[in-house]
């Protein structure tokens, strides 16, 4: 009887395997997410938006792990709008 070893390496995939108990597994690891920015009111809307209107998207963005970056950083650009237009609106009521 032979012994298994513990640990192998494909390389036709690159992965590397662990045995336990009797098979193989591949060591598989998720990747944590870059930081954690709140997301606001629209970036609540924009990903309510894709889950209903484009949920091919909506699951790249889920599956890469870019979700809550995009969904922050496009509740910060709409902020951002929305404080411009809000200023030239007081300005051109004050003139």
């Known amino acids: 009887m032979t012994t298994l ?9 690159g ?8 098979y193989y597994l591949p060591n598989l690891t998720a ?4 930081e954690r920015n709140p997301t606001g009111r629209w970036g609540r809307l924009h990903k309510r ?7 091919v ?6 599956l ?4 809550g970056n995009y969904l922050a950083k496009l509740d910060r ?14 300005d051109g009521a004050v003139r």
């Open 5 to 13: 070893k513990n640990l192998l390496h494909d390389s036709n995939n």
């Open 15 to 22: 992965l590397d395997y662990t045995l336990v108990n009797d």
């Open 31 to 34: 990747a944590a997410p870059a």
């Open 49 to 55: 938006y894709l889950k209903e209107q484009h949920p």
């Open 57 to 62: 998207r909506y699951n790249q963005l889920v």
């Open 64 to 67: 890469s792990g870019e979700l």
């Open 77 to 90: 650009q709409v902020e951002e709008q929305l404080a411009l237009i809000i200023r030239q609106m007081q």
